[in-house]
């Protein structure tokens, strides 16, 4: 008797896409589900290893590097695969969603990369899922126009020599697409947007003379990597390419990340591509790691941590420092400012902050950065000329300078500032706003001059969660309580309210997001993350 052959891929409670079937086609869905059966159960061990970790940190409040992997930091003689041409000059990466002005935009903007985002930047409606995905194939066959339905205004693509290299990030380990199902599981989001990416595109990006190349967000451990090589390379020989074919970025915005970046491009050593400093997600991370470790770990107001703040200072520094000695790219942070139309002061205070930052950047030796508008390419640009000139990186500076003690990533209290009330009426504000805008589908969002994404509304709300469990007491003598939480965000909801007017309150999810921004910073059951939740509310 032969073997039964293996169950495929439901589509589960989806209205049907225009042009879908190109997207989810029987081939790319038996990839996917092939993807699922190899490494969804080592995922699921993965996720539970995170719950262990934390559970130890709680009991010590302390990371140190892992002592057995010395061994990988001590040799001196390993470095990652070389860059592939497309990407060995990053000096300047634009960040955003794969929708279909947006594709245009990021691929005309000058910037070198385009990180074509699935995870923070996009509420993962199965539209925003499948039609992102085509948007991609139809930039790669340069069929893809917009026209916009309100300013009229065309846009279309330039020519092939000019437009950003695409980096694609997936959605990280913990999320799962409830739309796609094999035997009424849910495959990780992770693996159907990697799958569905790398089956359609990784054939034609090598005939475009570039590649499958990924961002890896919200890892948290050098196994989390290693589970990624291991799949980068079923993939490849999956679909007929040369191993080493696909390059990929991991994210640092963890804080246990922050102890095993070696170890990380280790792992990856055949397909790593660099590494990059994400600055909100990094604090969310180390909120939600040490939120029992008392005073010592209570962050102040969000804007006040800078990347000039000593424990920042000590996360970028050692990740440059990494990367070079590797031969990996180091990426730096985002500038998330949304040049105003009607304020040019507004823009001039922004744009002198912005080429601050990404000067600094460039002076301690990363080889590019992120920026969030097109508008903000040129400064970028600018600054990463004035030190690199003519040469593509500058992974020939290894820091070498550099030294950073494990107590170094976590002294929080080295910081002057507190949290002030202000900053807890911010975080209320911008968490409002933003979930409201995700809950409809938004994933990057226009907030305050400010491009915000989901990491936005997690270090709101973590922040929030933990003032009041330090029970914090601002410089106006208020206290951090659920009762202060709860009066701020209704006076917050009804500025709303009078704001934009009865008729777009009631068309909005206004009540709804108000109501899930205090369900995840006023449970004493800390959420691991505010998408899980909110993903049982997207419709």
């Known amino acids: 008797m032969s073997a039964p ?7 589960v409670d989806a209205e049907p896409l225009p042009r879908q079937e190109e997207v989810l086609t029987d081939a790319a869905l038996a990839f996917v589900a092939e993807l699922h059966r190899q490494f969804t159960p080592r995922r699921n061990e993965l996720l539970a290893r995170r719950g262990e970790r934390r559970a130890e940190i709680a009991r010590t409040s302390t990371l140190d590097f892992l002592p057995e992997t010395a061994a990988v ?3 001196d003689s390993w470095k990652v695969a070389p860059a592939p041409a497309a990407l060995n000059d990053r000096r300047v990466e634009i960040t955003g969603p794969t929708d279909r002005k947006m594709t245009i935009n990021a691929l005309n903007s000058g910037a070198k990369v385009w990180l074509a985002d699935f995870e923070d930047a996009s509420a993962p409606t199965w539209e925003n899922v499948v039609l992102g995905q085509l948007n991609l194939t139809d930039a790669y066959e340069r069929r893809i126009d917009f026209t916009d339905p309100r300013s009229g205004k065309s846009y279309a693509l330039k020519p092939a020599d000019e437009l950003a290299t695409v980096v694609m990030r997936p959605r990280g380990w913990h999320l799962e697409e409830r739309h796609l199902q094999l035997d009424s599981v849910s495959v990780p989001g992770a693996l159907v947007d990697f799958g569905l990416y790398f089956f359609h595109n990784a054939q034609r990006l090598i005939d475009l003379g570039k590649g499958p190349y990924f961002y890896l967000p919200k890892t948290e451990s050098h196994l989390e990597a290693r589970l990624w090589n291991d799949i ?3 993939a490849q020989d999956y679909v007929g390419i040369p191993q080493g074919t696909v390059r990929a970025t991991v994210l640092i915005e963890t ?7 070696e170890e990380i491009l280790y792992e990856l050593r055949d397909h790593a591509a660099g590494l990059n400093a994400g600055r909100w997600d990094y604090l969310f991370s180390i909120v939600k790691n040490f939120r029992d470790g008392g005073a010592k770990f209570v962050l102040p107001d969000r804007n006040a941590v800078t990347m000039t703040a000593p424990f920042m200072r000590a996360y970028t520094e050692l990740l440059v420092r990494t990367c070079h000695k590797r031969g990996a790219h180091a990426i730096g942070g985002m500038a998330a400012f949304i040049p105003s139309r009607r304020d040019a002061e507004v823009n001039k205070v922004a744009f002198e902050k912005v080429k601050a930052d990404k000067d600094r950047e460039a002076n301690d030796g990363f080889d590019g950065s992120w920026v969030a508008h097109p ?8 600054s990463f000329d004035a030190v690199l000139g003519e040469k593509p990186n500058q992974k020939d500076r290894l820091r070498e300078d550099v030294s950073v003690a494990a107590g170094d990533l976590i002294a929080i209290d080295t910081l002057d500032a507190k949290p002030t009330y202000e900053g807890l009426r911010n975080a209320v504000a911008v968490g409002i706003r933003y979930i409201e805008a995700w809950l409809r ?3 990057a969002v226009a907030i305050f001059n400010l491009m915000e994404d989901a990491a936005t509304a997690e270090i709101s709300r973590s922040q929030i969660w933990q003032w009041i469990n330090a029970d914090v007491v601002f410089e106006n003598g208020e206290h951090a309580t659920a009762e202060l939480a709860r009066k701020v965000a209704a ?3 009804a500025a709303i309210r009078a704001e934009i007017g009865e008729e777009a309150f009631a068309a909005g999810r206004w009540q709804q997001a108000h109501d899930l921004l205090l369900q995840v ?7 691991d993350f505010l998408t899980l939740p909110a993903y049982e509310q997207l419709r």
Do not use: K
């Not at 052959?5 to 589509?11: D, G």
């Not at 910073?521 to 959420?527: E, K, N, P, R, V």
């Open 255 to 261: 804080i246990t990340a922050a102890y095993e970046m």
């Open 441 to 443: 589908g938004l994933g």
């Open 5 to 11: 052959a293996p169950s495929t891929l439901a589509i």
């Open 521 to 527: 910073s006023l449970d004493q059951d800390y959420a």
């Open 375 to 382: 508008d903000l390419v040129p400064i970028a640009l600018a």
């Open 491 to 493: 006076e917050e909801l």
């Open 232 to 234: 980068f390379v079923f």
């Open 73 to 75: 930091r001590a040799d």
